[in-house]
């Protein structure tokens, strides 16, 4: 029988990106991308992006986390799904740390590591919380893509006819995950669907790329609907969202601190200046919890 049969899970969303929260500490289960999978597709902990939170591997950390998408393969950042995270050790009676840390202006945080990257994340209301997304990179080798570009702002990419794409030149960005960022006049106006799906896997992007359509409303907000990699449509994707702002920055279309909102909400996005990090500030919801029927585990028909 699996380990994970038995396991209680939260079904959350931050800002409508569907995430699930499973917690392994203490323990010596672990998730497979089968298991990824099967959870995905079983309806009562459907997610976008799954959230396993493991033991601390790094000294001054409160935990580690690893990161699934639908297709169960693993994501390297998802800011939505930390923000579940963060509530989920800063609230649930199960899972709550005993003494969490505490900033100067003494709010709660959580410290994790996902991945080979550090993160907090704040706690600024009661389902309101602050992530660290980092510093973005955005030199063709480090998002990366598979070919030299001088300008990463707008590289040579396009869908269509060449003397009429139907889309072309995006910016690439990397915050942990790869992004490429197409700039339009109306999200609405495209099949995103079958752009982001041709394109997530494109020759360019030797780790393939959550492919975002961006709409500049204002220099204060941006309209914008993304493919993820490894989940394709979802309302809502955090690193997208950071992505698009320091992408606008760069390109002088907007500041460095704007609204991006997604079908699933707003998120506020501030690339500081003094030190280079993005940091993301949104909403988190509980929708229910429950556990794993052994039956899931097994591809059994009985398992919902």
Same mark, same amino acid.
């Given at each position: 029988?699996?380990?994970?049969?038995?396991?209680?899970?939260?079904?959350?969303?931050?800002?409508?990106?569907?995430?699930?929260?499973?917690?392994?500490?203490?323990?010596?289960?672990?998730?497979?991308?089968?298991?990824?999978?099967?959870?995905?597709?079983?309806?009562?902990?459907?997610?976008?992006?799954?959230?396993?939170?493991?033991?601390?591997?790094?000294?001054?950390?409160?935990?580690?986390?690893?990161?699934?998408?639908?297709?169960?393969?693993?994501?390297?950042?998802?800011?939505?799904? &930390?923000?579940?995270? +963060?509530?989920? =050790?800063?609230?649930?009676?199960?899972?709550?740390?005993? %003494?969490?840390?505490?900033? !100067? @202006?003494?709010?709660?945080?959580?410290?994790?590591?996902?991945?080979?990257?550090?993160?907090?994340?704040?706690?600024?209301?009661?389902?309101?919380?602050?992530?660290?997304?980092?510093?973005?990179?955005?030199?063709?080798?480090?998002?990366?893509?598979?070919?030299?570009?001088?300008?990463?702002?707008?590289?040579?990419?396009?869908?269509?006819?060449?003397?009429?794409?139907?889309?072309?030149?995006?910016?690439?960005?990397?915050?942990?995950?790869?992004?490429?960022?197409?700039?339009?006049?109306?999200?609405?106006?495209?099949?995103?669907?079958?752009?982001?799906?041709?394109?997530?896997?494109?020759?360019?992007?030797?780790?393939?790329?959550?492919?975002?359509?961006?709409?500049?409303?204002?220099?204060?907000?941006?309209?914008?609907? &993304?493919?993820?990699? +490894?989940?394709? =449509?979802?309302?809502?994707?955090?690193?997208?969202?950071? %992505?698009?702002?320091?992408? !606008? @920055?760069?390109?002088?279309?907007?500041?460095?601190?704007?609204?991006?909102?997604?079908?699933?909400?707003?998120?506020?996005?501030?690339?500081?200046?003094?030190?280079?990090?993005?940091?993301?500030?949104?909403?988190?919801?509980?929708?229910?919890?429950?556990?794993?029927?052994?039956?899931?585990?097994?591809?059994?028909?009985?398992?919902?």
């Amino acid at each position: 029988m699996s380990t994970l049969a038995g396991k209680r899970f939260l079904k959350m969303n931050g800002a409508g990106n569907e995430i699930t929260v499973l917690d392994l500490r203490g323990g010596k289960s672990d998730v497979t991308a089968q298991d990824a999978r099967r959870i995905a597709a079983w309806e009562p902990a459907a997610f976008d992006q799954l959230m396993v939170i493991f033991d601390p591997t790094t000294e001054g950390t409160d935990a580690s986390v690893r990161i699934f998408n639908t297709d169960g393969s693993e994501a390297e950042a998802c800011g939505n799904g &930390t923000r579940c995270v +963060g509530w989920a =050790l800063l609230t649930d009676p199960q899972m709550k740390l005993a %003494a969490p840390d505490k900033n !100067a @202006a003494g709010q709660e945080r959580v410290r994790l590591t996902i991945g080979r990257r550090f993160v907090w994340c704040r706690r600024d209301g009661e389902t309101t919380f602050t992530v660290n997304m980092g510093v973005p990179k955005w030199n063709w080798d480090e998002i990366p893509l598979a070919e030299p570009f001088h300008d990463t702002t707008g590289i040579e990419l396009q869908i269509g006819p060449i003397d009429d794409p139907i889309l072309s030149t995006p910016s690439v960005v990397s915050m942990g995950n790869p992004h490429a960022i197409f700039w339009v006049t109306d999200v609405e106006a495209y099949d995103l669907a079958a752009i982001g799906s041709l394109l997530e896997f494109h020759p360019i992007f030797p780790e393939r790329a959550n492919i975002s359509l961006a709409q500049v409303e204002t220099r204060e907000h941006i309209i914008l609907r &993304t493919w993820e990699r +490894g989940a394709g =449509l979802t309302k809502a994707c955090g690193s997208a969202a950071c %992505a698009v702002v320091v992408a !606008a @920055a760069r390109k002088e279309m907007t500041g460095r601190r704007a609204r991006v909102s997604q079908r699933g909400g707003d998120l506020l996005i501030e690339w500081r200046k003094s030190d280079s990090q993005v940091l993301m500030t949104g909403p988190v919801e509980l929708e229910h919890e429950g556990v794993f029927p052994p039956a899931l585990f097994e591809g059994r028909a009985d398992a919902g």
